[in-house]
């Protein structure tokens, strides 16, 4: 288990840490990393603002699983804006909710 929590940390900080580069299309390991500059800006977005409390697929945080979520940019920027959602994001635009939402998209 702990091999594997390990592992896992050592894959998601490859992911993160690839960030903060700003190159073109990066090869890990012969393999090209396909997402596109919308879902990275998304990723970007997601893990700044959301990540605390959200996961793509873990349940067992403090909000729900964001992947596939049924909202489309406007009615999400609405939402996130609303006192129905803790904390609110009015800061954020509906370009960038748009970003957020391609990244959870499956
Ligand atoms: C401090 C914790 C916290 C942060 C940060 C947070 N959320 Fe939430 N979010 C929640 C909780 C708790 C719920 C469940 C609210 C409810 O069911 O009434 C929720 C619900 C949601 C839902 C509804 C899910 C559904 O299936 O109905 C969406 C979408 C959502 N959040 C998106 C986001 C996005 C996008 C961000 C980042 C910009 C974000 N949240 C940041 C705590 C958080």
């Known amino acids: 288990m702990v091999v594997f929590i ?5 894959l998601f900080s490859s992911v993160i ?5 700003e190159e073109e299309p990066r ?3 012969g393999t090209v990393d396909t997402i596109t500059e919308e879902q990275r800006a998304g990723r ?4 700044a603002n959301c990540a605390s409390c959200h996961k ?6 403090t909000g729900p699983a964001l992947r596939g979520v049924k909202f489309d940019s ?9 006192k129905k959602h803790q904390p609110t ?7 960038q909710i748009n970003e957020i939402l391609k990244y959870t998209k499956d």
């Open 17 to 21: 840490f690839s960030e903060t580069a």
């Open 89 to 95: 994001f009015p800061q954020l635009s509906i370009e």
């Open 6 to 10: 390990t592992i896992m940390m050592m």
């Open 74 to 82: 406007l009615s999400l920027h609405e939402y996130l804006s609303s």
């Open 27 to 29: 090869f890990f390991c």
């Open 56 to 61: 793509l697929d873990k349940d067992d945080m």
């Open 44 to 47: 970007k977005l997601f893990n």
